[in-house]
């Protein structure tokens, strides 16, 4: 008997649903949260709208957002002293991937004490975490629903995966009014980032019928939505069903994990501090020809779901066409760029490539890749 698993929070999905933050944290438990959030998000109001409806709950809240597009370890260690200086029993974070991950690294080192670097890879949070609430600004981390928290560790220069069900919040709301204030280049690159979910949770050895559902619905969402909500910042339907895209694409690979691209981006974004999206941009063609033979009636699917006419096209043809689509999209949106366009180095590559192999994504990569061809990988997105 095939046996899975599929983990979830509570989620809140629409617009005008940031309201629901201050009943949604008393029925979790807590009387003061650790808001996490970022400058911009600060800028754009989200954070004094966050603060209102906490308070109209009787919630109290203490604010912090130092911390950077790519979250590191000593901005962790910062988070959990004001946390337990400030004397919270609960973790709300408002903002994109970079907030969330280091709402859940504060909320885990919080309950669970010793190095971030103790709880790299997968399954070793053994304390209860605070009870969370995030609420994302983006559409395309979808770490409001996964049981990831992705921490860059600044002495090796890596990115460091962790992944536990505890990390899943217990309540995820996702207001799409929140994604308006996002310029065209950061709705690009979370969306690639969404897409790149999408089609890794896909073929992933751990894939399930369950996350097959939300990884092809994500797909077809991104296909026809993505263009649009970089086109106009203030097309809200464009807008809501990024927001739907990226959630579920989160729900995706949170429990079917992930593959090649993100063990290889995580060490790029590491060691050049670069956005995760136009890093995934630049790798995932490269990754998704390197996989392509082992699974090629997926990447029909991927192609299909990503609006190519596949009619008399045999298996291997018409999975092909999904790697067309995807450097469309990307063309798209101005993210066809090299690796060295971004900021990589060439003498940087051996390093990376070894890293990648260590990272717990790779696990479940549908091909099962040498060092050297990780390396090769990484030239041919130069």
């Known amino acids: 008997m095939n046996i899975s698993k599929f983990v979830a929070p509570e989620i809140i999905f629409g617009r005008g649903s940031l309201s629901q933050l201050g009943e949604s944290v008393v029925r979790i438990g807590a009387s003061k949260v650790f808001l996490v959030s970022d400058d911009g998000v600060i800028n754009a109001g989200w954070v004094d709208q966050a603060v209102h409806y906490l308070r109209a709950a009787g919630v109290e809240s203490e604010i912090f957002s130092s911390l950077t597009t790519n979250p590191k370890d000593f ?25 969330t991950d280091v709402a859940k690294a504060v909320a885990m080192l919080a309950a669970n004490g010793g190095r971030l670097q103790d709880y790299e890879g997968i399954n070793k949070i053994s304390r209860p975490l605070p009870p969370m609430v995030i609420a994302p600004s983006t559409a395309g981390a ?11 560790d600044t002495v090796r220069k890596l990115k460091m995966s962790i992944i536990s069900k505890s990390l899943v919040p217990d ?3 996702v207001d799409p009014e929140l994604l308006k204030s996002k310029d065209a280049k ?12 999408g089609i890794e ?3 992933s ?11 092809l619905k994500a797909l077809q969402l991104i296909s026809h939505n993505l263009v649009r909500a970089v086109a106009d910042r203030q097309d809200m339907e464009a807008n809501t069903n990024m927001a739907m895209a990226a959630l579920t694409a989160g729900l995706a690979f949170s429990n079917a994990i992930l593959g090649a691209a993100h063990a290889m981006t995580h060490q790029v974004d590491g060691l050049i501090d670069q956005h995760h999206g136009e890093t995934n941009a630049s790798i995932l063609p490269h990754v998704m020809e390197f996989n392509l033979h082992t699974c090629p009636d ?3 699917d991927i192609a299909i779901a990503m609006g190519k006419d596949v009619a008399g096209l045999d298996t291997l043809a018409a999975a092909e066409l999904s790697i067309e689509a995807v450097k469309r999209l990307i063309a798209d949106i101005g993210l066809d760029k090299g690796l060295a366009q971004i900021g990589l180095k060439e003498e940087f590559i051996p390093l990376l490539s070894r890293n990648a192999m260590k990272d717990a994504c790779l696990v479940t990569n549908p091909r099962s890749a040498t060092c050297e061809e990780i390396e090769a990988i990484f030239r041919k997105a130069m």
Do not use: K, M, N
């Open 298 to 300: 997926r990447f029909r």
């Open 201 to 203: 949770s896909y073929v």
């Open 186 to 197: 950061l709705a690009a690159a979370t969306g690639v980032d969404a897409l790149t979910h």
């Open 75 to 99: 901005e962790v260690t910062e988070g959990v002293i004001r946390y337990r200086e400030a004397r919270c029993d609960g973790i709300v974070a408002v903002g994109g991937g970079s907030p």
């Open 142 to 152: 979808g770490s409001e629903v996964s049981q990831f928290t992705i921490i860059v």
């Open 171 to 173: 309540i995820a709301i």
């Open 205 to 215: 050895l751990a894939a399930t019928p369950l996350t097959d559902i939300h990884a």
